[in-house]
């Protein structure tokens, strides 16, 4: 039940892009995308809804694959302030709570 | 500002000895749920809360008490917490369907 999330950690340098899979076995109405940096709490990034959406956030933007049950979070051009654990939280419909990844530990060195 | 409360920030306890976890959100936001988190486990749910006088359990309810008597707070409840239930605790709100807005967390360490 818990959406799988991939990889479990990545490293980059400065200017790298990197991309994090988030694939769930239910079919899905909803992804969240969310932001963890180190004793902080979660910070939500997006919302995709089912229908196949792509969303973008300055240089962060995300897709949602419907008939995979499949979400894609890009980072292009990466900066230090992107260092942080994502999550991926996905939801069966609009009535129901997230069932959140294990998380991708991201890492942006200069 | 519009946050989520929770209190206390830090907390050190001892086997048994009940305590309460609470948490206070000033969006007028419908829903509430508790997530602990832990180590390589990511974030599980623990009880939600659709509206006031509506909860129900998440994945690892046991152990843990909630309550929804107003809209604004969830307050979690440990009667007899143990050792297993070292961790650190989040709070979130959200309107139906939208966004959560988490709270700073508890970290609670049992002895």
């Known amino acids: 039940q818990q959406p799988v999330q991939s990889p479990q950690a990545v490293i980059l340098r400065e200017g790298e892009d990197a991309v994090i899979n988030c694939s769930s076995s239910k079919a899905l109405y909803s992804v969240h995308w969310y932001r963890q940096k180190h004793g902080e709490a979660p910070v939500f990034l997006m919302i995709l809804l089912k229908g196949g959406e792509q969303k973008g956030h300055d240089k962060i933007s995300a897709s949602f694959n419907e008939k995979k049950q499949q979400s894609s979070l890009y980072l292009t051009a990466s900066q230090l302030s992107y260092s942080g654990t994502y999550f991926c939280?996905?939801?069966?419909?609009?009535?129901?709570?997230?069932?959140f990844g294990k998380g991708t530990r991201l890492s942006v060195i200069a | 500002e519009a946050q989520v409360t929770q209190n206390p920030r830090y907390l050190i306890t001892v086997t048994g000895k009940k305590l309460t976890v609470t948490c206070s959100q000033n969006m007028n936001h419908e829903y509430m749920s508790w997530y602990r988190q832990d180590p390589g486990l990511g974030l599980r749910q623990i009880y939600y809360s659709m509206n006031v006088e509506v909860t129900d359990k998440g994945d690892v309810p046991e152990g843990y008490k909630v309550s929804r008597k107003e809209k604004r707070n969830f307050p979690l409840i440990l009667e007899s917490p143990s050792p297993n239930q070292t961790s650190l605790y989040f709070c979130?709100?959200?309107?139906?369907?939208?966004?959560?807005?988490f709270g700073s967390g508890t970290r609670l360490t049992v002895v």
């Open positions: 939280g996905t939801g069966i419909s609009g009535n129901t709570p997230l069932v």
């Open positions: 979130a709100s959200s309107l139906r369907g939208g966004g959560y807005t």
